[in-house]
């Protein structure tokens, strides 16, 4: 009995640890059309694209969309859950948005609208594991990016 208690509580011990982790690093979109890279800046989490399929144009100030923010000022609002913005450059609009790991490797991104009427979301594929595939200086390529956005 002591010993599926204690089984129990490491058992939870461990999801609760990997639950809590945060999902930087190389996500693969939903439909494969791109890589977006998210990273810790100043605590919030910040996702550029790192990589398109086809070259997009960024429908509002039509400049290229590689290396434009995503994901914008994500903060943690609880365990394995962040909330901020998502920007579409489809139609150039950004909408309230979270963000939640479902998995070791997936993430769910969500973006709504109407105060959180009407959502709609993708699961985000991570690409390699999270550190080797990018790197720590290639992952702060983000937050350099995003700085004067995020003052």
Known sequence: MRLAFVTLVATTMVSGTA????????WRTEDGSAIIRIDNCGGALWGVVAWEKEPGRD???????????????????????WDGQIYN????????????????NTLRV?????????????????VGDGNATTGRRARSEVCSRVSAISQ
């Open 89 to 104: 450059a489809t139609n150039g609009q950004t909408y309230n948005a979270n963000v939640r790991m479902v998995g070791d």
């Open 59 to 81: 429908s509002r100030s039509g400049r290229p969309t590689l290396g434009s923010p995503v994901l914008i000022n994500m903060r943690a609002s609880s365990q394995a859950r």
């Open 110 to 126: 969500e973006g709504c609208v109407l105060g959180g009427v009407f959502c709609g979301g993708q699961r985000w594929t991570r």
């Open 19 to 26: 639950l809590a982790a945060e999902p930087t690093g190389d």
